[in-house]
């Protein structure tokens, strides 16, 4: 498998003619198929990887979509860290406002807050 483009923790990957991978961290998260791909049965291998598969035409597609896949993940990262930050604020704040009890209270539901928004969204 030799590594065709990379872009942060995105890797496109091909693994044989017309048959592409898009990794993040590593971990495999989309298949792609080119019309160059020669297979035994095609569907029976869009149903053994468990992400999605997409089918196009030529190699500029396969290159569309990973920047795309990683765009759209690099957006969402911005926008996650900017939501922690104003959390950040807001429990400063609250905290200089109220009483240590309440202090310990805020930090206490802002770490869960933070660890379900980076970990489950």
């Not at 080119?34 to 468990?50: A, M, Q």
Request: glycine share 2%; proline share 2%; net charge positive.
């Amino acid at each position: 498998m030799s590594i065709i483009s990379r872009y942060g923790d995105w890797i496109l990957k091909k693994k044989e003619n017309g048959l592409y991978i898009i990794e993040y961290n590593e971990t495999p998260v989309r298949k792609i198929i080119t019309e160059k791909y020669e297979s035994r049965d095609i569907v029976t291998e869009k149903y053994e990887f468990s992400k999605p598969t997409d089918e196009v035409k030529s190699f500029n597609e396969v290159k569309t979509i990973f920047y795309l896949e990683s765009e759209k993940s690099n957006k969402t990262l911005i926008y996650k860290r900017i939501c922690i930050l104003l959390l950040t604020i807001i429990l400063i704040y609250s905290s200089i406002q109220y009483s240590p009890v309440a202090i310990i209270y805020f930090i206490f539901v802002g770490l869960i807050i933070t660890y379900m928004y980076t970990n489950y969204l």
